[in-house]
Nanobody, 115 residues
Framework: QVRLVESGGGLVQPGGSLRLSCQAS????????MGWWRQTPGNQRELVAA???????NYADSVKGRFTIDRDNIIDTVYLEMTNLKPEDTAVYYCNRDPLREEWWGQGTQVTVSA
């Protein structure tokens, strides 16, 4: 009954911005650390940002200074604000608990960075 629904992806030019949202249901969201992962074909998902239940974030080196993770515990939503996007950010982005639960993966949202 756990559901994680990602949204907000799309096609943007290099240097552009997107805000991804992940709405959670069926979990004790306010007690859970959450994260954003991304995946390209043939590769495992890599963690790009995480946030604990109090709102303390951490980031992969590849996105530091460009991405911001945030959460709203009132509406059980975690966000990923992405700025200064680069072509190498192109991927399907997923949210999950941190540490992740494999069975909780949703469909993700596609981010494509291209001129």
């Amino acid at each position: 009954q756990v559901r994680l629904v990602e949204s907000g992806g799309g096609l943007v030019q290099p240097g552009g911005s997107l805000r991804l949202s992940c709405q959670a249901s069926g979990i004790m969201f306010s007690l859970s650390a959450m994260g954003w992962w991304r995946q390209t074909p043939g590769n495992q998902r890599e963690l790009v940002a995480a946030i604990n239940n109090r709102g303390t974030p951490n980031y992969a080196d590849s996105v530091k200074g460009r991405f911001t993770i945030d959460r709203d515990n009132i509406i059980d939503t975690v966000y990923l604000e992405m700025t200064n996007l680069k072509p190498e950010d192109t991927a399907v982005y997923y949210c999950n608990r941190d540490p992740l639960r494999e069975e909780w993966w949703g469909q993700g949202t596609q981010v494509t960075v291209s001129a």
